[in-house]
């Protein structure tokens, strides 16, 4: 059994910065794709950042170009996502997800593997 659990949201105003984490257990990390989707009340959960297995190659939605920064730390099993620049509308439940096999996808419904999210609120 797969388990993320996501640490680091929280409180912050408009321009500050946030660093989230994730911590995976019970699957050898290095076998998964990892990614971060964000999902705000009455919106549908989406694409934030994704970085393949190797750590080698990263994929961020335009909204996260140039603001957000997704790493990889194999030897702890914990994914980051680096955030700067916020936004009133980076507003929004953060989730770590993985994936096992092939491309690692940006859709939602495409990865395996979710933690229960971390609750960002960035105020103006």
């Known amino acids: 059994q797969v388990q993320l659990l996501e640490s680091g949201g929280g409180l912050a105003q408009a321009g500050d910065s946030l660093t989230l984490s994730c911590v995976v257990s019970?699957?050898?990390?290095?076998?998964?794709?990892l990614g971060w989707f964000r999902q705000d009340p009455g919106k549908e959960r989406e694409f934030v950042a994704t970085i393949n297995r190797s750590g080698t190659k990263t994929n961020y939605a335009d909204f996260a170009k140039g603001r957000f920064t997704i790493s990889r730390d194999n030897a702890k099993s914990t994914v980051y996502l680096q955030m700067n620049s916020l936004k009133p509308e980076d507003t929004a439940i953060y989730y770590c997800?993985?994936?096992?096999?092939?491309?690692?996808?940006?859709?939602?419904?495409?990865?395996?593997?979710w933690g229960k999210g971390t609750l960002v609120t960035v105020s103006s």
């Open positions: 019970g699957r050898p990390f290095e076998y998964l794709g």
């Open positions: 997800a993985g994936h096992l096999l092939g491309e690692i996808p940006t859709k939602p419904i495409g990865m395996d593997y």
